[in-house]
């Protein structure tokens, strides 16, 4: 699972470095969380194309996934692009997947972001129609630390993993729950290193200080690019991880 992928320079370091990582570790699925792929905010389908050509299979997102208007009638379409589960029916696209002998659901948190449905029971509402032991695994897109690590343990043993996206900072928290569910509270980033979660170090303190709603570009220029990532191995015959770990590396652009 690799983190929140924002902008050109993360999709430049996906590309670069990905394709080398699915051979020396081995990975059979590898999702990526795309929605701030497209100028640092959502997806649009050449973008999308360039994840995919890099090595991705299943791009999940979150509540950024409505700001590029093209990408939505695609959302119905058979591109492996999920939006999160618990948005009301009749909202475009699908929150789940299966690609390989892997399942992919994506999920919003409620805390501090846009009203959805309740990310807990829509989880309910799907497993019990989804084959196990088979490798389920659920991006947590959410903005608090607490409702991450609420859907960790209300899920463990039920699921693969649950992995956190949305903050854009890497925790230190990988560890197997009790059950056997694989958890990490953010998996992090795709982006600027120096920067402020992939954008420009100005821009963002100039909001802080001002509180003008100003433009928060992509940090473009940044030379070195972090790339955030974690390695689930799930046993075929449980459904339950193995193990978890940090995929973290640096990348530098010319």
């Not at 789940?96 to 989880?123: E, H, S, Y």
Request: proline share 6%.
């Amino acid at each position: 699972m690799v983190g929140d992928v924002v902008g050109k320079p993360g999709r430049r370091a996906v590309a670069a470095l990905l394709p080398d990582l699915r051979r020396e570790l081995s990975v059979d699925v590898v999702i990526a969380n795309g929605e701030n792929a497209a100028g640092g905010r959502g997806l649009t389908l050449p973008t999308a194309q360039e994840l995919f050509q890099a090595g991705v299979d299943v791009i999940t997102s979150g509540n950024h996934i409505w700001d590029q208007k093209d990408i939505i009638p695609s959302l119905d379409e058979e591109s492996p692009i999920i939006r999160p589960l618990n948005y009301p029916p009749g909202v475009p696209g699908r929150g789940l997947i299966q690609v390989g002998k892997a399942t992919v659901i994506n999920l919003q948190g409620r805390a501090f972001l846009p009203a959805t449905d309740c990310p807990f029971r829509a989880a309910d509402a799907v497993l019990g129609d989804l084959p196990w032991p088979s490798a389920i695994i659920v991006d947590m897109h959410a903005e608090a630390t607490s409702e991450k690590v609420a859907m960790g343990w209300y899920l463990n043993g039920r699921v693969s993993a649950v992995l956190g996206t949305h903050t854009h900072v890497g925790t230190v928290d990988a560890r197997l729950l009790p059950r056997g569910t694989a958890f990490v509270c953010d998996v992090g980033m795709v982006g600027g290193l120096n920067s402020i979660i992939g954008d420009e170090v100005d821009a963002v303190v100039s909001r802080f200080l001002t509180q003008l709603p100003t433009r928060l570009p992509v940090a473009e220029h940044c030379r070195v690019i972090q790339f955030n990532a974690v390695l689930v191995d799930v046993d075929e015959a449980t459904g339950l991880a193995r193990n978890i770990e940090r995929v973290d590396r640096q990348w530098a652009s010319t």
